[in-house]
């Protein structure tokens, strides 16, 4: 059986030029990244978006809870777009662009898998245009000027026991998560403790991917707080004159970027933060983009519909507008077993008892979603162990809960696996049977957001804070950011703040453990549980098995 790699290196990609071509952009508007991969020229994709041209439809790609056992959300994705477009319909795909930490962690890539990829793939899951090193530069450029501002003679004064703008890094290293700087005498610097998160963490990575335009961006990097004074004045980055060097440095990387799947079906792959830890969502400006250009835009938000789609539909579609159309909820049936209680090694056995309890988690997802008024499809990604007793049991579950459920074969036969998928989602999205509304109003406290999304989205039964949580959220309310959506960072694997409690959990206890005010990005994160903005590597890193070959191709990348 190929890899794949092996599958993506044997497809033959088409010039860039051509993918654009499908859906409109001239070669004027095309900034070629080699021959398979390019940026659009911004002005060109804003001036279609002014002038009112496209209507299309966006549907969202979201799953149940992830296990190791895996669901293929992007491999989905992929997989109904090319459905898509082998039916004539005018397809755009926006994804996420991969981040360095889970290729060489544990994830590995993010491109799809079999004949449903984005390709291509080594670049893609690489460094691709560049745009997570310009967020990361950004972002540090900041982190410097607040320490060189501070070295010569603190003109504002900030508080150094009070500077809340950490750096950060493209990479899996737990050993920075909390770090003391500057030590080494007064050249260099005045001594404090810090840290480094992620870089798909970064508030200038929501910015960039909330941001409508160049100048909407400088705006938001300049909104950013960095510091507190004495008397707990807000410092932004606009007051340490850095928002116009930041949004210099990111003044390619805002532009999307087109590249293809393995069928020709062209995809913006822009933006990358994680839905665990951010609000897990590509750029607003690469969906516009589609619905400009095309007649129906897959795109998907990170990890489990709890935490991916509500803030897919809380911040992205309410910040920028949005209207999804439909939704398809991706499982398993490796998934639901290990949902049901089924260890990774027994998974190919038949169980549908398991399948039935692991269910739970799926009808959870299903409910929630019917909460936004979106309506809703299951697929049902297609393992060759699945046996027909447990695909029965899927359909009966997703039946019984007033959604129908579609078995998807993408990853063997790419588009043609999908087709069943797509005419079904077609029909729903232009049905016009959905009524789209947020959770939540903008106008409740910031911690009644929390509290509702907690109950309602992750059926908590007690929500907590420490009064220090609560003394910091009802001073940014005072400071005008009580309007705020909020951003729930928490673990991906359940619905709980245990990553062990697997399936549909009720009443469990809900801790918000420190909170996080991203001003320019326009919400406030919840850190809750034991989640790191700076996750490690695991034991075996997928960096030990990565290397170039004798003809110069990278093995090992996955």
């Known amino acids: 059986m190929l890899t794949d790699i092996e599958i993506a290196r044997a497809a033959p990609l088409k010039p860039i030029a051509e993918i654009a071509a499908k859906i409109g952009v001239p070669d004027e508007a095309l900034e070629p990244y080699g021959r398979h991969k390019a940026k659009i020229d911004l002005n060109w994709l804003l001036g279609r978006q002014r002038k009112g041209e496209g209507d299309g439809r966006l549907i969202l790609v979201t799953a149940i809870n992830p296990t190791p056992a895996g669901e293929g959300k992007t491999t989905t994705s992929v997989g109904l777009a090319d459905a898509l477009t082998r039916s004539g319909r005018k397809t755009v795909l926006c994804l996420r662009e991969p981040s360095l930490g889970p290729c060489f962690g544990q994830k590995g890539g993010a491109t799809g898998g079999g004949r449903a990829q984005v390709a291509p793939m080594e670049d893609i899951n690489l460094h691709f245009t560049g745009d997570f090193h310009a967020i990361t530069a950004a972002h540090n450029l900041l982190a410097a000027m607040i320490d060189n501002h501070i070295h010569w003679g603190n003109a504002l004064d900030i508080d150094v026991r009070r500077v809340v703008w950490r750096r950060v890094m493209d990479m899996n290293d737990r050993a920075l998560r909390d770090i003391a700087q500057s030590l080494g005498g007064p050249a260099n610097g005045y001594p404090r403790e810090s840290g480094f998160d992620i870089t798909v963490a970064s508030e200038v990575m929501a910015i960039l991917c909330l941001a409508e335009s160049l100048e909407d961006m400088e705006r938001r990097l300049g909104d950013i707080v960095v510091a507190y004074t004495r008397d707990r004045r807000p410092v932004t980055a606009r007051d340490l004159k850095a928002d116009g060097a930041m949004a210099v440095l990111l003044a390619d990387a805002i532009k999307p970027n087109l590249v293809q799947t393995l069928e020709g079906t062209p995809a913006f792959i822009h933006g990358g933060p994680f839905a665990n830890i951010a609000h897990g969502c590509n750029s607003v400006i690469a969906t516009r983009a589609g619905l400009a250009l095309g ?264």
Request: charge should be negative.
């Open 295 to 558: 007649d129906y835009v897959v795109t998907e938000a990170g990890f489990g519909a709890d935490l991916g789609a509500e803030k897919f539909f809380d911040i992205k579609c309410r910040q920028a507008g949005l209207k999804p159309a439909a939704v398809v909820l991706v499982a398993t049936v490796r998934a639901l077993k290990m949902n049901g209680g089924v260890a990774r090694k027994d998974l190919d056995r038949e169980d549908v008892g398991a399948v039935e309890a692991g269910g739970l988690n799926l009808i959870r997802h299903l409910e929630n979603l019917r909460q936004f008024g979106v309506p809703a499809v299951v697929a049902i990604n297609h393992f060759h162990t699945d046996s027909e007793a447990e695909t029965a049991a899927v359909w009966a579950i997703a039946a019984a809960h007033g959604s129908a459920a579609y078995v998807c074969r993408h990853w063997a036969e790419g588009g043609a696996g999908a087709t069943e998928l797509a005419e079904a989602i077609v029909a729903l999205a232009d049905g016009g049977g959905g009524n789209f509304a947020p959770l939540y109003d903008l106008d409740l406290p910031l911690f009644d957001k929390i509290r509702t999304i907690a109950t309602r989205i992750y059926r908590a039964g007690e929500v907590t804070a420490e009064p220090s949580v609560l003394a910091q959220l009802a001073r940014w309310e005072a400071a005008g950011h009580g309007r705020l959506p909020v951003c729930i960072a928490k673990t991906q694997y359940s619905f709980s703040t245990d990553p062990d409690l697997r399936g549909a959990p009720e009443g469990h206890a809900f801790a918000v453990r420190q909170v996080r005010l991203a001003a320019g990005a326009g919400f406030v994160v919840a850190i809750c549980g034991e989640i790191m903005t700076m996750p490690g590597l695991p034991r075996v890193p997928a960096a030990e098995a990565i290397r170039i070959d004798a003809e110069s191709r990278i093995d090992g990348l996955f």
